[in-house]
C-alpha cells in the first residue's frame, strides 16, 4: 500500500509540473523534496543523533544476563571414612549436572572523564551534522535555482529568434512586392532569404539549448529528463543596492553553515583529546551480580538443587604500563585537532575570496544590464530609422539585415545580462550564508 501511495504522489508531480507552470518557489519545494543529496545528509543527520544517544547509555546501568550449562565426567565423591562406621560419610557429592544463571549490573562511578567527553564529542558532532544539512539545502536551492534561471533565459532567447523570423518575414514579403514593381532587385530578395535561412539555423541552435536547460532544470528538481516542465518565473527587479564589503565578510563569516561546522567539529576533536588522556586515569565501576545455581558453589557441601546468591562490589582498574598507546593516541587527538583549526583557517580564506568575487560579479552584473538595456533602444531606434528608409528605398537591404542583426543581438545580451544578474545576486546571498530556499 505504502509503494502504491509512493508511486501516486511521484506521478501527481510529475503530472503537475507538465500541466501547470511551476513557479520558483514550487520548484523548490519539488526539488528539494526529490534530491538524493538531501536524503545522504538527513542520513547522516540520523546517526549522528543516534551516536549521541549510543555515547549516552555508556553512561548508566548496564544489565546483562548470562546462562550455561555443563556436563561434568564421573569422578569418586568426596568421603571420609571413619573406623567404627561401616559406610563412608559423603562430604560432597558428584553432580555431573551444572546450571548456572546470573544476572549482571555494572555502573561506571568514574572513567577519567571518557564517557563524559565522548557524549560532549558526540552531541557537537550532531550539531556540526545540523550545519551540514542546511548548508546542503542551500546548495540544492542554488542547483534548482541556477536551472530555472538557465531555462528561462533559454526560453528568452527562443523568443527573441521568433520574433526575429517574424520581422525577417515581413521584410521579405515588403521586398517581393518591391520587385514585382520593379522597386528593389532580385539581389536585396536574396540577401534577406540568407538572412533569413541564417536566423533559422539559430533558432534550430537556441531550441536545442533550451531543451538542454529543460532537462538540467528537471534533473534539479528530481523529474526525468523529458519531462515537459514548464516554468512562471516573476518579473526580474534590478534595483540600485548599496553593498559594503567589509560588512559582506563579516556576515559570511558569522553566518556561512560550513564555519559553524567546523567550530562544532573543533570543539569535538578537544573532547577526543580527552577521551585519549583518559587512559592515564583509573577506572571505577560499581558492580553487582545475582547467581541462580544448581549447585551453588558457595554452599558447602555441595546440593543438587538451585540455590540463590548475590553479590555487590567496586573495581578499580588503572593501565600503569601500555608502552606508549595512551601517549600515541594523545598525540593523535592533538594532531587531528590541529588539522581542524587550520582548515578552519583555510575555509576562512576561500569564503573571503569567494565573497569578494560574487561581490565584483554582483556590481558588475548591474552594470551589465544597464548598459544593455541602452544597447536594446538604440538598437530598437536604430531598427526603426533603417525600416523607414528602406520601406522608401533609401536603404539597402544588406543596411536593413544589419540593423536586424544588432537589434538580435542586443536583445540577446539583455536577457543574458538579466538572467546573469538574479543569479549573481542569489549567488551573492549564498556566499554570505543566507538561506535561498
Known amino acids: 500500500m505504502k509503494k502504491i501511495l509512493l508511486v501516486f504522489c511521484i506521478a501527481s508531480v510529475g503530472l503537475f509540473a507538465q500541466d501547470a507552470k511551476l513557479t520558483l518557489k514550487q520548484s523548490l519545494e519539488i526539488g528539494i523534496k526529490n534530491s538524493k543529496d538531501l536524503i545522504i545528509s538527513k542520513a547522516k543527520l540520523v ?52 546450571y548456572n544463571f546470573r544476572l549482571s549490573l555494572q555502573q561506571p562511578l568514574f572513567t577519567g572523564f571518557r564517557l563524559l567527553s565522548l557524549k560532549s564529542a558526540a552531541k557537537l558532532n550532531y550539531e556540526a551534522s545540523k550545519t551540514d544539512y542546511s ?55 536574396l540577401k534577406l532569404e540568407v538572412q533569413y535561412s541564417s536566423v533559422k539555423l539559430q533558432k534550430i541552435d537556441a531550441e536545442n539549448q533550451l531543451d538542454i536547460a529543460r532537462a538540467s532544470f528537471n534533473l534539479a528538481i528530481g523529474l526525468p529528463l523529458e519531462a515537459r516542465t514548464q516554468i512562471d518565473p516573476e518579473e526580474i527587479k534590478v534595483e540600485p543596492t548599496e553593498l559594503n564589503f567589509q560588512n559582506l565578510i563579516s556576515e559570511a563569516n558569522t553566518n556561512r553553515n560550513e564555519l559553524k561546522s567546523m567550530e562544532f567539529k573543533l570543539n569535538a576533536s578537544v573532547d577526543m583529546l580527552k577521551v585519549a588522556e583518559s587512559g592515564w586515569y583509573p577506572a571505577v565501576y560499581l558492580n553487582g551480580d545475582y547467581m541462580y545455581n ?11 538443587q538451585y540455590k540463590n546468591t548475590w553479590d555487590i562490589g567496586v573495581t578499580l582498574s588503572w593501565s600503569l604500563w601500555n608502552w606508549g598507546y595512551t601517549g600515541s593516541q594523545a598525540t593523535v587527538a592533538e594532531q587531528n585537532k590541529v588539522q581542524t583549526e587550520t582548515s578552519i583557517a583555510q575555509l576562512k580564506d576561500a569564503i573571503n575570496i569567494e565573497v569578494y ?39 539597402s537591404s544588406a543596411d536593413l539585415i544589419d540593423a536586424e542583426t544588432s537589434l538580435l543581438q542586443a536583445k540577446t545580451n539583455y536577457n543574458n545580462s538579466l538572467t546573469e544578474y538574479e543569479l549573481a545576486k542569489v549567488q551573492l546571498d549564498k556566499s554570505v550564508g543566507k538561506k535561498i530556499y
Open 294 to 304: 544448581k549447585p551453588n558453589q558457595r554452599f558447602i557441601p555441595a546440593i543438587d
Open 357 to 395: 568575487q560574487d561581490y565584483l560579479i554582483f556590481k558588475r552584473s548591474f552594470d551589465k544590464v544597464k548598459v544593455s538595456k541602452l544597447g536594446v533602444k538604440q538598437a530598437e531606434e536604430n531598427y526603426r530609422i533603417t525600416q523607414e528608409k528602406y520601406n522608401t528605398q533609401v536603404a
Open 47 to 98: 546517526s549522528s543523533d543516534a551516536q549521541v544517544t549510543a555515547a549516552s547509555s555508556q553512561m548508566l546501568p548496564q544489565l546483562s544476563f548470562t546462562a550455561n550449562y555443563t556436563r561434568l565426567s564421573n569422578v569418586p565423591p568426596f568421603e571420609v571414612s571413619l573406623p567404627f562406621l561401616p559406610q563412608p560419610i559423603v562430604i560432597s557429592p558428584t553432580i555431573l549436572d551444572n
Open 135 to 189: 548548508k546542503d539545502m542551500n546548495e540544492v536551492a542554488w542547483k534548482i535555482q541556477n536551472g530555472f534561471w538557465n531555462y528561462y533565459r533559454a526560453q528568452l532567447n527562443v523568443n527573441v529568434l521568433n520574433e526575429n523570423l517574424s520581422q525577417i518575414k515581413q521584410h521579405l514579403d515588403d521586398t517581393k512586392n518591391f520587385l514585382a514593381n520593379g522597386v528593389a532587385t532580385k539581389n536585396d530578395l
